[in-house]
C-alpha cells in the first residue's frame, strides 16, 4: 500500500500480531497495512512484551499517526485494550454527567434558586465551594461576610444564587449577597400572605410621624393612621405613643404589601357604651355640667353629656333652671336615643308628678283663675293644681293697658277663657278679653233675635246699657 488514504487518525482497528520486541510490537491491520505499537503508548506496559503479547494475537487499538513517507508506510498505533476502552467509557459517562451538571446549574441561574454550597477554601478574596460535586467561585464582592469570617466558616454551608455559568470552561460562580436578598424576599412575601383583615397581633412602635405611627408586627409592619389611635381625636402622636412602646394592633385593610392597622377598633365606641349603660325610660341621677341656651347638659360618660331641654325641667312656670347650679346633682328620665345624632334628651319633670294629668279642661272653656304673679307680658295664673299664663294683650279690648296689674292686681279672682291647653307640654293660655268679647256677641245675638219678635220694645243702646251696668 503506498499511501493510507483508508485510514484517519483517531480511528479504531483490529490488527494481528506479527512480531514483539521489548519496545515495540508490530501488527498487520490489513494486507499491506503495518502498524506499530510503541511500549511508551501502552497503558501498565509490562517488562517483557513479547511474553504479554505473542505473535498471531488479536486486538484493537488507535491510530495516533500515519506516516507520508512512501517507503514506510506504517501506521503508528495507540495501544486500546478492554480496560482502556472501559476507561474511555469512564470518561464519555463523565463528560455527559458534566454536561448534565452544567444544565443543571444553568437551570439553577435561570431559577434564581437558592441553594447551599460548602465552603472549601477561601484565597485572596475568592471562596471556593462544591455543590453536587461542582465547584464554585464565590468573589469577596458578592459576599457579604469578610474574608476573615469565611475563613473561620470551612467546611459550612453557604446560600447562594448561581449567577454565572461559563458551559465551555466549566465555570461557575454564585453570589451570597444575592441569596440573602431572595431570602428576605421571601420570607417577606411568606409573612405578609399569612396577615389577614380582623387578625390581632402585638407588635411595636418603630417610628413616629406626623400623621400615624410605624408599627412591627409578625415579621411586617404596618401603618396605624393618628385616626385610628382613639375614637377622640389625637392632634399629637407623639402625645400617646412612644418608639419601643409595646401595643396590641388590629389588621383593618391591606393593600399589597401597604397593611392599615388600628388600636381604637379594638375598643368599643364611646356611643356603644353609653347605650350599654342607658336606656330610654331609665331614671338616673345626673350632674350638671353647663347651663346653655337651650337648657341644661347633664352628664353622662366621659365622652358624652345628655340635653335636658327648658321645657323639660319643672311642670310649673314658677320653677326656673336657672336656678339649678353647675354641678348640681338632678334627676333625669332618658326621653330619646339618636343613634344618627348621637344625642340623649333628658327631662327633670318626667320625673315628678304631672299635676296636669288630672285636670280637665277644652278651649273656649270658661273657668276662674287667680293672678299669682306679675310680668312684663302678662301674668302668671293658677287653676286648680297647675298654672296658667295670661298675656297682658288679652285682658281687655275696651281699653289699652300696659300690664295686666291695671286690671287685675295681685291675688284677684279673673274669670277667663280658655284659649289653649296642652297637658303633654304643661301649657295653659287664657284670655278675659275672649270672654268679654263673647259676651258681647251673645247679647248682640240675643237683641236681634229679640229684633225680629212683634212686641219687642227693647233698643239696641238699652242692650248695651244693661251691659255696661253688668260689667261694672
Avoid at 161 to 188: C, D, F, M, P, T
Avoid at 343 to 368: C, F, P, Y
Amino acid at each position: 500500500m503506498s499511501e493510507n488514504k483508508n485510514f484517519e487518525i483517531g480511528q479504531t482497528v483490529r490488527g494481528i500480531v506479527t512480531g514483539c520486541n521489548s519496545s515495540a510490537i508490530y501488527l498487520e491491520i490489513e494486507e499491506g497495512v503495518r502498524g506499530v505499537i510503541y511500549a511508551k503508548d501502552i497503558l501498565n506496559c509490562p517488562d517483557k512484551l513479547y511474553e504479554e503479547y505473542s505473535e498471531g494475537s488479536e486486538f484493537s487499538a488507535q491510530i495516533k499517526s500515519i506516516s507520508k513517507d512512501k517507503k514506510d508506510p506504517n501506521v503508528v498505533l495507540l495501544y486500546l485494550s478492554t480496560t482502556m476502552e472501559k476507561e474511555k467509557e469512564e470518561r464519555e459517562a463523565k463528560t455527559k454527567a458534566l454536561e448534565e451538571k452544567i444544565a443543571e446549574f444553568k437551570k439553577l441561574k435561570d431559577d434564581d434558586e437558592i441553594i447551599e454550597a460548602k465552603l472549601v477554601s477561601v484565597n485572596k478574596g475568592i471562596a471556593t465551594l462544591t455543590y453536587n460535586n461542582m465547584r464554585i467561585s464565590l468573589s469577596q464582592k458578592y459576599c457579604s461576610l469578610s474574608e476573615e469570617a469565611l475563613k473561620k466558616m470551612k467546611g459550612e454551608l453557604i446560600p447562594i444564587i448561581i449567577i454565572y455559568v461559563n458551559e465551555e470552561h466549566r465555570i461557575i460562580s454564585g453570589s451570597q449577597i444575592a441569596a440573602e436578598k431572595k431570602a428576605r424576599r421571601l420570607a417577606k412575601e411568606k409573612a405578609y400572605a399569612a396577615i389577614e383583615v380582623g387578625q390581632v397581633y402585638e407588635g411595636e412602635v418603630k417610628n413616629l410621624l406626623d400623621y400615624g405611627a410605624v408599627v412591627a408586627f409578625a415579621d411586617v409592619t404596618g401603618l396605624l393612621h393618628v385616626s385610628e389611635l382613639d375614637h377622640k381625636p389625637v392632634k399629637d402622636v407623639k402625645s400617646v405613643l412612644k418608639v419601643g412602646q409595646k401595643l396590641n394592633v388590629k389588621v383593618i385593610k391591606i393593600n399589597g404589601d401597604k397593611i392599615s392597622l388600628s388600636v381604637k377598633a379594638l375598643t368599643k365606641h364611646p356611643w356603644e357604651v353609653l347605650k350599654e349603660q342607658y336606656h330610654v325610660g331609665d331614671v338616673f341621677e345626673g350632674k350638671v355640667v353647663k347651663h346653655i341656651p337651650a337648657g341644661l347638659l347633664i352628664e353622662l360618660t366621659a365622652d358624652y353629656s345628655g340635653l335636658m331641654p327648658n321645657s323639660e325641667y319643672s311642670w310649673f312656670k314658677t320653677d326656673h333652671v336657672e336656678d339649678v347650679a353647675d354641678d348640681a346633682m338632678l334627676t333625669v328620665k332618658v326621653l330619646s336615643i339618636d343613634d344618627e345624632k348621637k344625642r340623649v334628651s333628658l327631662s327633670h319633670k318626667a320625673t315628678m308628678e304631672n299635676t296636669w294629668g288630672d285636670v280637665k279642661l277644652r278651649k273656649g272653656q270658661t273657668i276662674t283663675v287667680k293672678v299669682i304673679s306679675l310680668e312684663e307680658k302678662g301674668a302668671t295664673v293658677k287653676y286648680e293644681n297647675i298654672e296658667g299664663f295670661l298675656p297682658v294683650n288679652e285682658v281687655t279690648a275696651s281699653k289699652r293697658v300696659s300690664s295686666v296689674g291695671e286690671m287685675y292686681p295681685l291675688d284677684s279672682e279673673v274669670n277667663v277663657m280658655v284659649t289653649d291647653f296642652d297637658p303633654k307640654r304643661a301649657r295653659l293660655i287664657v284670655s278675659s278679653k275672649a270672654l268679654e268679647l263673647a259676651k258681647e256677641r251673645e247679647t248682640f245675638d240675643s237683641y236681634m233675635k229679640n229684633q225680629d219678635s212683634e212686641d219687642t220694645k227693647v233698643t239696641l243702646g238699652d242692650v248695651f246699657k244693661d251691659f255696661e251696668k253688668e260689667d261694672k
